[in-house]
């Protein structure tokens, strides 16, 4: 052990076999340890692709199947990856490599390595743009500027940045006096009637073609469950920033308008505005609202998150927003196998956590070709999985969208698939403004 802890420290060069090696298999010794490994590393930041491999099975199989030796060499045996890697012999050399009190030290060591490695590509294109006559300088300051900033803080997971601390006198007043439904509600009173609220195991579809408040409305479920529900939130979005989600957010709970949080005015935002947000703020003191943003990501990367804070802090919901920009670590011959796969995890990340998923969705372009414009079912993008796997789909249509003179300021829920009740259009206030729909008669408008 203290030979290889040595010739991890020397870091003589941007990779170190033995370390990735003694992390895998302290990895493959339990659950835990690969959940842990995963909050620093993702199977990416490995050097030797043999190794990403190993990485990438344990991921995609994690809290579902067991990873240990013989149960990673059936796996990659099916994938067909076990020769690849080296084989049954290989997977126990790296048992016998394993360094499971030091798996943090680790982790931290590869993680390194491969940050290393991205800024060292990033100085090669660096230099070939700065020495490209025919761009402007300002523009390669900021090109290179921000190359050079992504590749050093790229990370796997956000940790306790931009967290929501848990109201405890919250919490227990909510277990010493229970809400009479079961569930998660949305915040929209009259979509909890239709789907009897968010239950536990249960995948919620979201869809609708861009511009309808398929993200407004996620955004709302997720600060509806940790703001006013006590409830621990994990909020993931492949399309905004933080500060665009908590923009978002804070406008809609302020009730204020969100292009003055944006773009305040040069004189400050109103007294009257601002002390609306200071209360908002203030009621935000208290929840467990975590946030995480990424370009891209996998089920695996989220379950592994999920699972670390369903066993430290409680994580009562999950919303992602949103499907089709997500990966999968798995082996797929097309795009609509790799969503159909997505589908699936998120399907049973529902189920093995026991708390609900919500999941945006895009829809095809066939409703633009209907006269009524309004989608189907069967517009679910890229995959017909994603009917089978939901348990509820529900459908954003906005007619001022296409004439703004008709029905402005309304926006329909089609509640177009229900496994325990019935279908049915809700139709709700689209506060777009203000970055949220609400129950029709709800000021603000």
Same mark, same amino acid.
Request: aromatic share 4%; net charge negative; charged share 25%.
């Given at each position: 052990m203290t030979e290889v802890m040595e010739t991890g420290l020397e870091r003589a060069g941007m990779h170190d076999s033995r370390i990735e090696q003694a992390l895998l298999g302290a990895m493959m010794r339990s659950e835990d340890h690969a959940s842990r490994a995963f909050e620093l590393v993702s199977p990416e930041d490995f050097y030797e692709p043999r190794h990403q491999i190993i990485a990438s099975t344990i991921q995609s199989r994690l809290f579902r199947e067991p990873t240990d030796a013989l149960s990673m060499g059936t796996h990659l045996f099916r994938d067909g990856h076990l020769e690849k890697v080296g084989g049954a012999?290989?997977? =126990? /050399? +790296?048992?016998e490599m394993s360094l499971p009190e030091s798996l943090e030290w680790a982790a931290n060591i590869v993680l390194g390595h491969a940050r290393l490695r991205r800024l060292?590509?990033?100085? $090669?294109?660096s230099r070939q743009t700065v020495r490209n006559p025919s761009l402007d300088v300002e523009d $390669?300051? /900021?090109r290179v500027g921000g190359w050079v900033t992504e590749a050093i803080t790229t990370e796997v997971a956000d940790t306790d940045e931009g967290l929501f601390h848990a109201d405890q006198t919250a919490l227990l007043e909510r277990l010493r006096h229970p809400d009479p439904y079961s569930g998660l509600s949305t915040g929209l009173g009259s979509l909890d009637d239709v789907i009897h609220r968010l239950r536990a195991q249960q995948l919620i579809l979201v869809a609708g073609r861009p511009g309808m408040g398929k @993200?407004? +409305? %996620? %955004?709302?479920? #997720?600060?509806? #469950? =940790?703001w006013h529900q006590a409830e621990p939130v994990l909020f993931v979005s492949l399309e905004? @920033?933080?500060?665009?989600?908590?923009?978002?957010?804070? @406008? %809609? &709970?302020?009730? $204020?308008? +969100?292009?003055?949080? !944006?773009n305040p005015p040069r004189d400050g935002v109103?007294?009257?505005? +601002? #002390?609306? !947000? &200071?209360? #908002?703020? =203030? =009621? /935000?003191?208290?929840s467990l609202l975590h946030l995480h943003t990424a370009g891209t990501v996998t089920v695996a990367e989220i379950r592994a998150r999920a699972v670390r804070l369903q066993r430290t802090v409680g994580l009562g919901l999950i919303v992602v927003d949103y499907l089709q920009l997500m990966s999968t670590s798995k082996s797929v011959e097309s795009r609509q196998q790799e969503v159909s796969a997505i589908s699936r995890d998120l399907k049973l990340l529902a189920m093995d956590l026991g708390i609900p998923v919500v999941a945006c969705s895009q829809l095809n372009r066939e409703a633009e070709n209907r006269s009524t414009k309004r989608p189907q079912l069967s517009d679910l993008r890229e995959s017909g999985s994603l009917e089978q796997d939901a348990n509820v789909v529900i459908l954003l249509?906005?007619? %001022? *969208? *296409?004439?703004?003179? !008709?029905?402005?300021?309304e926006v329909d829920l089609m509640v177009v698939k229900n496994r325990n009740g019935q279908t049915k259009t809700v139709t709700a206030a689209a506060q777009l403004h203000k970055a949220r729909i609400v129950d029709m008669g709800v000021p603000g408008a």
């Open positions: 012999p290989f997977l =126990a /050399t +790296l048992l060292d590509e990033t100085l $090669v294109r $390669v300051i /900021t @993200s407004i +409305l %996620a %955004a709302d479920i #997720a600060r509806h #469950a =940790a905004m @920033s933080r500060e665009e989600i908590q923009a978002r957010m804070l @406008s %809609a &709970e302020a009730d $204020v308008p +969100l292009e003055l949080l !944006v109103p007294e009257a505005q +601002l #002390a609306k !947000v &200071e209360k #908002a703020l =203030a =009621a /935000t003191d208290g249509h906005r007619e %001022a *969208y *296409y004439d703004e003179t !008709v029905r402005p300021g």
